[in-house]
Nanobody, 118 residues
């Protein structure tokens, strides 16, 4: 199983970034995909979720209306389009694949740094 996060970087406030998470080694469409973020000294925070078929999404209140999660099941990839970025969006962003069967199956990407300057 492999999840490779990419697309992070340094951007000015008000700018945009698009994160990608390319996956392999599991049946991508069977998994809910999540983006989390974490800053030093804080717990990892759920940012956005998308169902296996892409029909249902969830966003944290802090990013609602600015971020869009999407997935391409043919490419086994999930995306996070981030617009109107704020300095408080600065964090390491992690892709997560989760499936609940008899147990919770949980896979993580390595993270990608997003830094928003004011």
């Amino acid at each position: 199983v492999q999840l490779v996060d990419s697309g992070g970087g340094l951007v000015q406030a008000g700018g945009s970034l698009r994160l990608s998470c390319a996956t392999s080694g599991f049946t991508f469409s069977n998994y809910v995909m999540n983006w989390y973020r974490q800053t030093p000294g804080k717990e990892r925070e759920l940012v956005a979720t998308i169902s296996g078929d892409g029909g249902t999404t969830y966003y944290a209140d802090s990013v609602k209306g600015r971020f869009t999660i999407s997935r391409d099941n043919a490419k086994n990839t999930v995306y996070l389009q981030m617009n109107s970025l704020k300095p408080e969006d600065t964090a390491v962003y992690y892709c997560n694949a989760r499936r609940r069967v008899a147990m919770v199956l949980d896979y993580w990407g390595q993270g990608t740094q997003v830094t928003v300057s004011s």
